[in-house]
């Protein structure tokens, strides 16, 4: 008798051996059809798999996430066996599920086109049709390497090589094509229905650049229709959003092949980061954190104590200078100890705040970088709290705190939180990862957040709080952190003097806000879609004339702008050609500034303005005194 537990806590009882399958089909016809996996105590299985013991079950569909990357790792097979159909010249290598699709790396003797990817993609559907059963079968590992190889599938034999002698491996039949897989599988093609191939990149035969360069054909699954076409819309409007694209067209920055990885920020990209620096430069006086500065060059040895040189030295740029090797720094942390270990430190003095705007260079391979969100050199909000045990819970909650009032006033309303707890291997007692897991816990609880545990994800040295935003097209950006370390502290030997008098070590807490600069910026802008709030905005105000006789009034109306607010110079433009009003009010649209003013000779004679908002809004003319608050009403109010 096999005993099977459902989900819901329910049994049910075979006499023998049962498969997914049959479980399902027992509970009703439309779980039957609609089953895609079965998960049986915590391993998904395909619905044909046996199960003879008593066991927990559930099934899973397509509504499930494990059942859509079942899918997903599906269409992958069938994309291949679509290439195999129509090529039968290519080679298959692998195609791994990622986060909303799949991929495959095919080897052929030409480039795949925009024409053989719509050919394959057609192909795809007419074998999805076709309802194939997907059958399961287990072969010798040697018996596996001869068969792909007699197939000619040199790639694949050469994976199965890789495999541990003896060990059994399992493949795949759909129709003509057989695949090695450890799978899971939907039961026949028939079950993957809403899918569509994205594009072709270049990929090194297993990421080796001394391989050969494969053709990666990238595809996206869904459950749905709707889903599907929901991808799409927010793929076609995250286009519309590029930073890159938007950097070019309002003139912020550009990437250089003089310098790749690296950010050439221009004077209206400036603007933006100046606003974002001074912003937090404001938040970091209002909570007790003093502003220090640090070497830019370190020297080796430093590295190698604090264990950056062991574990980290490929992505460190290095330099020598009279037979002392140095390396620019990839984060700020050890700079921070050398001030604080300056002068005997009491636990009068903390908590200690320090915050630096440290510019750090991290050496990304050249495939990673990506316009200015991941780059080689950027500048972070970087903070850290030198504290004792019984201040992390207060310290973590003020920062949190602190974090929320910065999201919503950059305009992000939705923060995932996420605790990650203590890695099997790591440093400090079970007594001090539980006091500093229980304090992010407790400050999170007090702060009112709904939270997930990462187990097991935190750094080596302490757990950490990952804050992650919602932007406006739904997609998550992680930016915040704080990190819980005792390491760094013992490794630098950073100590103060404890109301016993004697030395002790104080706990390091890491955080950052925004974190990289250059990131946070690229992230507003696609938030914003590249119409930055008055307060950020590069353009605040542009000033129009409708002929040459108000040139002279809007240069006027312009210098009086930019002063007039105080303890902040206004960012004005003026455009005063000859050009047709409407030609220059559609010119200075696309730059998307908060407000146009245009004076002709009737704004002129009443020493007021025609005042226009972003999105073509006639706010109709008033005087500049009137316009002038109303703006301060939005940068204070960061609208």
Known sequence: MVQITLPDGSQRQFPGPVTVADVAASIGAGLAKAAIAGKVDDRVVDTSFSIAR???????????????????????????????????????????????????DFSYKRPFTPEDLAAIEKRMAELAAKDEPVVRRVLPRDAAVAYFKDLGEHYKAEIIQSIPQGQEVSLYREGGFEDLCRGPHVPSTGKLKHFKLMKVAGAYWRGDHHNEMLQRIYGTAWASKDDLQQYLTMLEEAEKRDHRRLGRELDLFHIDEHSPGTVFWHPRGWAIWQEVEQYMRQVYRDNGYQEVKAPQILDKTLWEKTGHWAKYRENMFTTESEKRDYALKPMNCPGHILIFKQGVKSYRDLPLRYGEFGQCHRNEPTGGLHGIMRVRA??????????????IQSEVLAFTRVLQKVYSDFGFQDIIYKIATRPEARIGSDAVWDKAEAALIESLDASGCHYELSPGEGAFYGPKIEYTLKDAIGRQWQCGTIQVDFSMPERLDAEYVGEDGARHRPVMLHRAIVGSLERFIGILIEQHAGALPAWLAPVQVAVLNITDAQADYCREIAEKLKKALPNQDLRVVTALGNQKITYKIREQALQKPPYILVAGDKEKAAGAVAVRARGNVDLGVMSL????ERIARDIASKA
């Open 54 to 104: 008593d066991s927990r079950l559930a099934i899973l569909t397509a509504k499930d996430a494990e059942g859509l990357e079942v899918i997903r790792h599906s269409t992958a097979h069938l994309l291949a066996y679509a290439v195999k159909e129509l090529f039968p010249d290519a080679q298959v290598t692998i195609g791994p599920v990622i986060e909303n699709g799949f991929y495959y």
């Open 378 to 391: 950027f500048t972070q909000d970087d903070g850290h709290i030198f504290c004792t045990e019984d201040q």
């Open 625 to 628: 005194d009137a316009f002038v």
